[in-house]
């Protein structure tokens, strides 16, 4: 009898495993489909720790909650499995991000607008007058717009690193970059450090008639690696900003981004 009375109150397996769904899942029902920057006022955003994304979503929306993720495709995934309602985070990278996962889109608009550039030594004229003389050049040309389809295609991976001409020259121009900033600066299947920085380093390097050599190294150590004379130039989604320009010498924007929100299509 008493055996019998513990099975008659025993919950059944499958009611026990929806209780540890409802569990993990915070409870949380289907969400909304966005489709406006404007409906993200009282969100909750995923975000990678460690970053100031949070604090910039604030400063739009101050009434949003942050849920934090080890990288910006652990946050781009808990969107997409629906446990956040968008990720932020820089614009170009989160395009990379939704080109190749399906389901996944950048929402018009930005949450705030920042410009990328290179940057030298306080000083080097030369080189920042030579980065500035390719940046218009390429804009002129219609170079640009063949590197933007090339690192930020709508659909898919980006496109292989095109080939430059070997550079008949024992002079280098050393350039600084931190290759975990995909489609700017990254590794390659193949182990190269690739992406829109590093051709345009590669252009500004022609120009001026040397050999490029790509120092691969953490964000945070860039300036101070410029500073100390390791490298001659440094870039990797670079936002211009006037304290870095107390330490550092822009080039001209080329390329105009910020942080965006990625949601679920």
Known sequence: MKKCLNLCLRPPFGLLLFFVFVWLTGCRGPRETITDLEQLSEATFAVPTGTV???LVLSRF?????????SVLDACMA???GRADAAAY???????????????KVLDGMITVDEYGFAVRLGDVELKEAMDAVIREIN???AYNEMHARWLPAQGAPAPM???APVDSTEILRFGTAAVTEPFSFVDGSREVVGLDIELAHRIAQRLGKRL?????????????????????????????EERAKRVLFSERYYQGGIAALVRE
């Not at 101050?62 to 080890?70: K, V």
């Not at 820089?90 to 996944?104: S, T, V, W």
């Open 53 to 55: 994304a949070d604090q």
């Open 140 to 142: 002129e040309n219609g």
């Open 213 to 241: 050599v790509v120092v691969n190294m953490d964000f945070g150590g860039m300036i101070p690696a410029l500073a100390s004379g390791r490298v001659d130039m440094i870039g990797a989604c670079i936002t211009i900003t």
């Open 90 to 104: 820089d614009e170009p990278i989160l395009r990379n991000i939704a080109a190749k996962n399906p389901g996944l």
């Open 79 to 81: 969107v997409q499995a």
């Open 62 to 70: 101050p009434d949003a909650t942050f849920d934090y993720f080890n």
């Open 162 to 164: 095109p080939v430059f």
